[in-house]
């Protein structure tokens, strides 16, 4: 009777613990924070279960899409909207920034100027980091690795649709005496 009593109640957990689907079947959820590829903050989107359960529900950018989530989202629709503007500048003023940088990477290249390797975005988000810009490796959009020595210019995405372009110069490596 005790495992009867058990199951029913895990039932009733499971169905207390589901979350509202949308109409083509998937999970709808209030977005906390921006996602790139998937809308703004404040939208309400449709995605597949594992997605919501595995990363935007734990990290915090998305909860389930209530009435209640809703009607708070409508009221502070202006915060929101100021706090994407001044985010906007931000990352405007940051764009600006970055494309009046150039930075320079060491690399060991032969006689003719080919890397024995090639630079890719780790290396150049390293070289960033030290002119004081924090960015990532994925921000860092290259057409392919730099396999020779020069000068190039790299496009740099930093959301919301705004690129910027860094200068970088691929010298080759001074030999310690």
Known sequence: MTVVRNKRARCRMRENKRLPHGKSGGIQLLLIQTVDPLGKQGDIVEVKPGYANNYLIPYGLATVATDHHKRMVEKHRAKLQEIQKKRLVNIQALAKEIATKRVSIEANA????HLYGSVGP???????????????ADQVRLTGPIK?????TVKIYLGHGIDSELKVWVMPQVAEK
Do not use: Q
């Not at 032969?110 to 100027?113: D, F, I, R, T, V």
């Not at 290396?123 to 960015?135: F, N, Q, S, W």
């Open 148 to 152: 020779e020595l020069g000068l190039y």
């Open 122 to 136: 780790e290396e150049i988000v390293k070289a960033i980091r030290a002119e004081g810009i924090v960015l990532t």
């Open 110 to 113: 032969n006689a003719e100027g």
